[in-house]
């Protein structure tokens, strides 16, 4: 509306401060190509520390530890180039999404370009949680949830290994008890290679043990004026009561990996966890109230050390000697809201047939010891899975049951090549051939760690000619120690074998004509046989098919089987693409209408 008189209101003519609110509003990439060229004046508005502060704040969630945001955040504004900082981070976003789309597309420079975006860290994340969440109308949905996954798992193994890489160096690794704080996030760091998309990193524990702290410390305002001991066990109850500690069903739960795993233990619904990370959980929350407490290793047990005098820090001290027996108590957050008798450990440990070294036994654990024990309980798990073929002992909160399984035992690998200086080359010979079997795009990783541990394994090293194994193809040499090689594409094509049966094609659903259970065909390939004439008895060489598959259910992806155990299926209701670990490596999407899942391979199998 026109009023008589009065000039028309302009962008220009409103003061700075209702500029500053509409820049708040206005999409920063408009901010930048458009806005901030109009005029001087605008330029000048929208350069505003604080501006970009907020769309920093705004914008992105997850930041890389290489920009030191949580510093930057205590800074005045003006000290921080919040702007480059908004830049810095878009075209990151832009060169990953140009790489991921050429990762999904093609074979070539995959692992390069996967490369490439997992050393971006967590400034991709969002963005790869993004395609991880792909809709099932997108063309190409599987191949995407499945590159970003394997991106997603390898940023958040970077972060797991470089805490315990941190930890290789801390003077109170092996031989000192180590601060709570510090001991969570080398636990929480086992949960990094099993998170997939969900929230839980290390730095996400470490906030869910603050909102805890915080709601404890809301219903008990007046517990400093207690002595630690009333402390310690009102602490304790308080835990137990509210099933946060503690497994309520042990003998048929009590080897369910969950329940190793402080993060999943934190998120899940019923809290369930086995000892280690029962009294990891109080111990953490402990050092926030300002109870000096530590977890302390038993043979078959894990209990709480709670230093009761206040004139002596537990922490960085040396294991022994460095307390006064009369001023500690310990506590069982696993098994028991009462306060243990140092008198009844002695006798437990002498019925185990520790009649020396009492001390050591009593006495708070250095991170090593901690992290050593709780690996022994995910070698149990896998064992018990594998003897008693209880699958339901390895599902977690994501993820499919048999692939976290394997991260995990993946992880122990890391964490003892990682903390240990002394480990055998065979050891890393092992981790490398795993690495380069099943995780290829972690090599960055070995490069980065697993280099600087052990520096003694060059090109000619005996560990990488694989000694034992003459003539097979060993790869991690060339990529683990010098330039990648990129070998040509293998081209299979049907028609270099003449009028050699080939019935089916890559992506059908079949089911197995022995075992009954579903696959799905992901390669041929033919074999030269020397069979004999029926008429004549002569000889004559044949080529037959034979065909690769993805078992459904299994993590195994390189199962040969011959055409005669082959049926294929074309009813697509019983097909679920979620039950096929790591189809989206060589398939695109399953269409219902043809019951078939679109190749995604089809530069080594034009024809398919």
């Not at 309980?377 to 003897?387: E, G, K, L, P």
């Not at 209880?390 to 909160?397: C, N, V």
């Not at 697993?450 to 005996?462: A, E």
Request: proline share 7%; hydrophobic share 35%; net charge negative.
């Amino acid at each position: 509306m026109d009023f008589p008189g009065r000039p028309p209101v302009t962008l220009g003519s409103l003061p700075d401060e209702l500029i500053h609110l509409l820049l708040h509003q206005l999409p920063p990439e408009d901010t930048l190509t458009s806005f901030t060229l109009t005029s001087q004046r605008f330029h000048r508005l929208a350069d505003e520390p604080l501006l970009w502060r907020h769309h920093c704040h705004r914008s992105f969630h997850y930041w890389d530890f290489s920009h030191e945001f949580p510093l930057q955040n205590t800074l005045p504004a003006p000290e921080v180039d919040w702007k480059g900082l908004f830049i810095i981070r878009k075209r990151r976003l832009t060169q990953a999404a140009a790489l991921f789309s050429k990762i999904v597309s093609t074979r070539v420079d995959r692992l390069d370009n996967m490369e490439r975006i997992a050393e971006m860290g967590y400034d991709v994340k969002e963005f790869l949680i993004e395609q991880y969440r792909a809709p099932d109308t997108a063309q190409d949905f599987l191949s995407r949830r499945y590159y970003a996954q394997r991106l997603l798992d390898s940023i958040h193994k970077e972060i797991a290994v470089r805490v315990w890489y941190q930890q290789r160096f801390h003077s109170t690794m092996f031989e000192c008890a180590a601060a709570p704080k510090q001991v969570e996030r080398c636990l929480a760091a086992f949960d990094m290679f099993v998170l997939h998309d969900q929230v839980g990193d290390i730095d996400e524990v470490s906030k869910m043990l603050d909102d805890m702290t915080a709601r404890f410390r809301s219903l008990h305002p007046q517990l400093k004026e207690l002595p630690i001991r009333d402390q310690a066990l009102i602490l304790n109850g308080w835990l137990r009561e509210n099933k946060l500690t503690g497994l309520r069903d042990p003998a048929t739960n009590y080897r369910n990996i969950r329940n190793c795993l402080i993060g999943q233990v934190l998120r899940a619904e019923n809290h369930d966890s086995i000892p280690i990370i029962s009294s990891a959980i109080f111990c953490s929350i402990a050092e926030r109230l300002g109870i000096d407490a530590h977890c302390c290793l038993f043979p078959t047990h894990v209990y709480v050390f709670v230093n009761l005098d206040p004139q002596i820090t537990i922490a960085g001290a040396p294991i022994t000697g460095s307390y006064k027996p009369e001023m500690t108590m310990y506590l069982d957050p696993y098994g028991s809201d009462e306060e243990m008798s140092i008198s009844t450990l002695r006798e437990m440990l002498l019925d185990f047939g520790f009649a020396r070294d009492f001390e050591r036994h009593l006495s708070p654990c250095s991170p090593a010891a901690l992290i050593l024990r709780l690996m022994r309980n995910i070698h149990a798990t896998a064992d018990s899975v594998r003897q008693n073929h209880r699958r339901e002992l390895t599902e977690l909160l994501r993820g499919h049951p048999w692939t976290n399984m394997r991260a995990l035992m993946y992880a122990t690998e890391w964490a003892s090549l990682v903390l240990s200086g002394t480990a055998q080359h065979q050891r890393v010979y092992a981790t490398l051939k795993d690495l380069s079997r099943n995780y290829p795009e972690d090599t960055w990783l070995a490069k980065t760690y697993l280099w600087k541990c052990y520096p003694s394994i060059t090109d000619d090293h005996p560990i990488l000619l694989d000694e034992s194994d003459p003539g097979e193809y060993k790869p991690w040499a060339g990529l683990f120690l010098t330039p990648r090689p990129h070998p040509p594409l293998d081209v299979s094509s049907r028609h270099e074998y003449g009028s050699t049966d080939m019935d089916f094609k890559i992506g059908q659903i079949f089911r197995h004509r022995r075992y009954h259970v579903l696959g799905v065909i992901t390669g041929w390939f033919v074999k030269l046989f020397n069979v004999p004439h029926p008429e004549d008895g002569t000889h004559r060489n044949e080529y037959r098919c034979f065909y690769r598959c993805l078992q459904e259910g299994s993590v195994d992806v390189d199962i040969a089987i011959g055409p005669v155990n082959i049926e294929v299926i074309a009813d697509p209701t019983i097909v679920d693409p979620d039950n096929f670990p790591g189809i989206g490596r060589y398939f695109k999407r399953f269409d219902p209408e043809t019951c078939l899942f679109v190749s995604n391979i089809r530069e080594e199998f034009p024809e398919d």
